[in-house]
C-alpha cells in the first residue's frame, strides 16, 4: 500500500495495513531526528527510515522582504511586528485604535499576489507516492486577535459586532482566496486540506460555542465546502479543551480534527472516542506535554499502542503527536520510538477484530 492511499484510508473508511503517521515539528527537531537517524537527510530520516505518510505544501510568499530589527524582531505581511522564537509572539497590533467598519477597510491586508501557489514539478516528484496536504493554514482567529489585540477582540466581539465581524471576514477572505487559488492552480494534487486556528486553552475554550458559531462557523464551513468541492478531504488543528466544538466541527464537514490534546481538561481519549468515534477521523493524542517530553522510549511506546487501540478502534485515525509542532525539547530517541512502534503495531486491536 503506497502512503497516498494510506493517508487518507482512515477518511474514506478504506483497508489499510497500518495506520498513517503524520509528523511536525520545528527545523531544529527534525535535525535532531535526522542525527540520531544517522541519516543522510531529512527526506531519508522521516519518509525512508520511518515511513511517514504525508508531506505538506504550502503556497510560498514571493513578495517583498520583509524588514528585521536589529533586536531580532520582524514584520509580517499582516503589518504585525514579532518576536521570538520561530514565527515569534505579536509585539504591536496595529489595529488596536480601530473604532469603525472603515477603520478596519482602511487597513493595508495582505495581497495574495504575494503568493505563488503553483505547485512545482520537483515538489511534485519529491512528494509522489504520498498524501499531498496544500492549501493554506489559514489561522484567521490568530490573525484578527493579533491585528487588534486579544483583549480588545474579545470585548468588541460583545461592544462593536460589525467591527469584529468585518476584521474576522477581511482575515477570513485572505485564506479563502489563496487557498482558492491553490486548488485552481494545482486541479487534483491536493489530498488534504489541512487548516488550524487555536480556539482552546488547556481548562475551556477561548470563546463561547455561541460566539463561535457566530463569528467562525460560517466561514469555516465556506472553506471546508471549498475543499470537498475539489475532491479533498478536509483535517482541523485546533489545541486544547475543545470537546464543546467537535460537535460543530462535524457539522460543518470536517473529516479529521487535531491534535487531540489528551491532558487537557475532558478530553480523554475513551470518552472522546465513545461520543464521536463514528463521525470524525481523530488525528493526533499521543502526549507531547509529559509522555515524549519526560518519560522512556518504553513508556512512549506504551502509550502509541494504548492511543492506537483507542482512537484507532473504529479505524478512523492518524497517528501523531498531540502537539502539530514538536519542538526541540523533546527527545529525538521518543519521537522516533513513537512512530517505530506505530510502524511495528500496525492497526492494533483494530486489526485483530476487523
Known sequence: MTSKERGVAPIKNKTMDRFPMWYGGDPKTTENIVAALSAKDENEALYDILDIDYKTIRPEYVGKPFKIYEDGSFDTDWGIRRAGLHYGQAITHPLAYAKSVKDIMDYPFPDIDDYDCKITEKQLSDAEGYTIIGGTWSPFFHDATEL?????????????????????????????????????????????????????????????????????????????????????????????????????????????????????????????????????????????????????????????????????SKGKYIVAASHDYLLPEVPAKNIIAMFDEARKYGLGEFGRIS
Open 148 to 312: 487588534i489585540g486579544m483583549e480588545e477582540f474579545f470585548i468588541k466581539m460583545y461592544t462593536d459586532e460589525k467591527v469584529i465581524d468585518t476584521l474576522v471576514g477581511k482575515c477570513f477572505d485572505f485564506y479563502y482566496e489563496l487557498t482558492k487559488r491553490s486548488f485552481e492552480q494545482n486541479p487534483g494534487v491536493i489530498d488534504i486540506f489541512f487548516m488550524g486556528n487555536d480556539f482552546g486553552t488547556q481548562r475551556s475554550l477561548l470563546l463561547s460555542p455561541e460566539m463561535w458559531r457566530k463569528y467562525f462557523k460560517p466561514r469555516i464551513r465556506k472553506i471546508v465546502d471549498l475543499a470537498h468541492s475539489n475532491n479533498a478531504v478536509t483535517a482541523v488543528h485546533s489545541c486544547g479543551a475543545i470537546r464543546k466544538l467537535i460537535p460543530d466541527l462535524i457539522d460543518v464537514g470536517f473529516d479529521a480534527v487535531n491534535p487531540i490534546q489528551v491532558n487537557a481538561s475532558d478530553m480523554d481519549p475513551q470518552e472522546l472516542m465513545n461520543e464521536f468515534g463514528d463521525d470524525i477521523t481523530f488525528f493526533g493524542g499521543i502526549d507531547e506535554n509529559d509522555i515524549l517530553l519526560n518519560q522512556s522510549e518504553e513508556r512512549v511506546r506504551e502509550e502509541t499502542k494504548r492511543i492506537i487501540d483507542i482512537l484507532g
